[in-house]
């Protein structure tokens, strides 16, 4: 989902039109269209104002983490999939034990190192 599609769906959500929007960021409606359309993408500053327009963060407009604030751009290019994603924002709601205990699992179903887990038993 590129940006403009992020725009016009917290824009719909809000039940808004282009021209309100446009109006309350000080941008065109017809730039705002274009952004929409993603036959333009916005600058910095535009960007941040859409953020806080929408009070959404910069990072979540331009895909670089999801509307929990967790980072989804992995370095050098991977990206996580929406299931690493799902699991890395369960992960994170765990206790730092539960977190443990998480990770040791997943060690001894991958056949990893499970020293930690027979350490702690």
Partial sequence: MGIGDLIKELR???GL???EVSDKIGISR????QYECNLV???ANVVGRLAVFFEVSA???LGIEDDFGIMTAAPMGESLT???RELLADFRRLSPYLQDI???TVRGLTGADTSDLQKKA
């Fill in 12 to 14: 719909l959500n809000k």
């Fill in 17 to 19: 039109t282009q021209k």
């Fill in 30 to 33: 017809s730039v705002l269209s």
């Fill in 41 to 43: 993408e916005p600058t």
């Fill in 59 to 61: 990072g979540y407009l």
């Fill in 82 to 84: 929406t299931a690493e």
């Fill in 102 to 104: 998480a990770k040791n």
